[in-house]
């Protein structure tokens, strides 16, 4: 798929994805599945957890959806509860999400699902949050005024895949990562200040889910890893 094709797949749609909505309700094989899904991924956590909530966010809770998007499945937990040290309990979820997503690849009609433990304290800033453990919306999405300027973001997407490509060749010729850091932190950095000043259709956002979507990001990671291993490694 060329660049233009895949900037206009994040043109929004104008009704919720059939393949779980029927209007704006869930359809009940889908709540069904997903709890399972969840309760699994709920007793393999392993410890005792009290759930809040389980949350559906993302793309696929809202009408900017496409052929790249996963289902984001969220458990909502009290991590204060389990120890007063968040930032360590964090820790721990945030290794276990790790480990279940790199060894499941369990989908859902054809659409991949990535399990998330969230703290219920946390800020999760989305227009579309729909909890799948009560049936209903906690944040329900509107359709999205704004449209899309694909050739605008073909343009700036170009340049950003021009600059991830050299990051990743200078990185590879000096064994260093540090061109494949910075570039990370760019790219994080430009997504954030999107989301905040335009929301979900902001020019850099979407940017974001093209690179995302065309495996860029995976990529910089897997060489900057590569790297490290590399650079650890006695031959």
Known sequence: MNLKKTISAHVPHNSLSRKIWTGKDMLPEFREALLN????????LGVDVDIVDITMTGSYAN???????DIDLHVLIDMSSIDADTDLVEEFFNAKKSFWNDRHDIELKGIEVEMYPQDVNEEHTSSGVFSVLENRWVVEPTKFKSKIDIEKIEKSSSKIIKEIERA?????????SSDIEIML??????RAS?????????????I??????????????????????????VV
């Not at 009408?63 to 998007?69: I, L, P, Q, R, W």
């Not at 999107?194 to 979407?206: A, K, P, T």
């Open 63 to 69: 009408y900017n959806y496409t052929v790249f998007s």
């Open 194 to 206: 999107g989301l905040s000043r335009g929301g979900e259709l902001s020019d850099e956002n979407v």
């Open 168 to 176: 990743i060749k200078n990185s590879i010729k000096t064994s260093d």
């Open 185 to 190: 932190k760019k790219i994080k950095k430009m």
């Open 37 to 44: 899904i969840a309760y699994a991924f709920i007793d393999y």
């Open 208 to 233: 974001y889910k093209v690179l995302r979507s065309r495996g860029l990001l995976q990529k910089l990671f897997d060489k900057k890893f590569q790297i490290e291993d590399q650079n650890l490694s």
